[in-house]
């Protein structure tokens, strides 16, 4: 069974949205932390807005997680986008999304990775498929924008890792406590 592990650039205040906010802290140890999610997932699990802005940004890439981006297996998650989708591997998830992930994690396989996508990570959240966090925060309150962990949305998570990634950035990985 595939485990679904959620990564997100998360503010003091939980802001998930835009990320854009990250780039001056981008350091080598925030690299090899991507990396290690990349080099554990064949899948992604993607929600509309971040699959169109993945789609726009990756494809004209070249290093920095390129090859793997526009490579791996895309799932996508949307009411709005129509089959085919244009980015290499990219799949429309029909039918009803939570029994359609559930199915993907019974395959055999390396994780999922959804990255960003927080309306998507809440669906997911509320019907117990998310199997791990990995957290980058940053010192930043935002104030604004999606938010993680969204108002009526209740998880008791267990810390499995926790280090600094340069001066100022922490890496939280969390797996949800069952039962």
């Known amino acids: 069974?595939?485990?679904?592990?959620?990564?997100?650039?998360?503010?003091l205040d939980g802001v998930v949205e835009e990320p854009s906010w990250t780039l001056p802290y981008w350091n080598d140890e925030i690299?090899?932390?991507?990396?290690?999610?990349?080099?554990?997932?064949?899948?992604?699990l993607l929600g509309r807005v971040t699959y169109?802005?993945?789609a726009a940004a990756w494809p004209k890439r070249e290093g920095d997680g390129a090859e793997y981006f526009n490579g791996v297996r895309k799932y996508v998650v949307s009411r709005t986008l129509k089959e085919?989708?244009?980015?290499?591997?990219s799949t429309l998830?029909?039918?009803?999304?939570?029994?359609?992930?559930a199915g993907l994690k019974r395959q055999e396989g390396a994780d999922i990775t959804v990255h960003g996508s927080p309306t998507l990570v809440r669906t997911l959240m509320r019907h117990?498929?998310?199997?791990?966090?990995?957290?980058?925060?940053?010192?930043l309150v935002l104030g604004v924008g999606k938010r993680l962990f969204d108002e009526g949305v209740l998880a008791t998570l267990r810390l499995l890792e926790s280090r600094t990634l340069g001066p100022e950035v922490v890496a939280l990985v969390y797996e949800p406590v069952r039962g």
């Open 1 to 11: 069974m595939r485990r679904l592990v959620v990564t997100e650039f998360v503010s």
């Open 31 to 44: 690299a090899a932390f991507k990396a290690e999610e990349t080099s554990a997932s064949d899948a992604l």
């Open 52 to 54: 169109e802005g993945f």
């Open 84 to 89: 085919p989708l244009e980015w290499n591997n």
């Open 93 to 101: 998830v029909g039918g009803d999304p939570v029994e359609e992930i």
């Open 128 to 139: 117990g498929l998310v199997d791990r966090y990995r957290l980058l925060v940053y010192p």
